[in-house]
């Protein structure tokens, strides 16, 4: 902790919200109110705050501790460096327009239109039966149990 750090008014205002906390409990008088508050709001230091609450229960103000850590960049950073700025992917779907549109244009590119579009119904036909059946396995496998 470093009494040399300025404080912010957030600071000092925790401060003087704390000196009035124990002046309604009693432990402070008005005249002792005035001037630790007066002190408070014009201090610019950690140490200016310090002594004003010393005498008081409860936490002395310390400054806010910073992250220590270093600002890692590249790929071989460690995971807890912090959150990855995101990399632009390239525009995949742009890419398969430009390849449909190109296959339309090309002489007798409306079969190789038809036989993408073959490949692609039958792709998707054999994972919706490889799931039905993972499916009931699964279930027979949780029947037996």
């Known amino acids: 902790m470093d009494d040399r750090m300025r404080v912010s008014d957030t600071d000092r205002e925790a401060v003087t919200a704390r000196l009035r906390d124990h002046y309604a409990e009693g432990r402070l008088t008005p ?45 071989h950073r460690p995971t807890w460096a912090g959150p990855r700025r995101m990399r632009r992917r390239p525009p995949v779907l742009l890419f398969l327009l430009v390849a449909l549109f ?21 792709f998707w036909l054999v994972s919706i039966v490889a799931r039905i059946a993972s499916a009931l396995m699964y279930r027979r496998r949780q029947h037996y149990r």
């Open 31 to 75: 005249a002792e109110l005035d001037e630790r508050v007066s002190a408070a709001l014009n201090a610019k230091t950690f140490a200016d705050l310090r002594p004003l609450t010393r005498d008081l229960p409860g936490p002395a103000p310390v400054p806010p501790r910073t992250d220590a850590r270093p600002n890692w960049t590249g790929p």
């Open 102 to 122: 190109v296959a339309l244009a090309l002489p007798g590119g409306g079969w190789l239109l038809f036989g993408v579009f073959r490949l692609i119904l039958l």
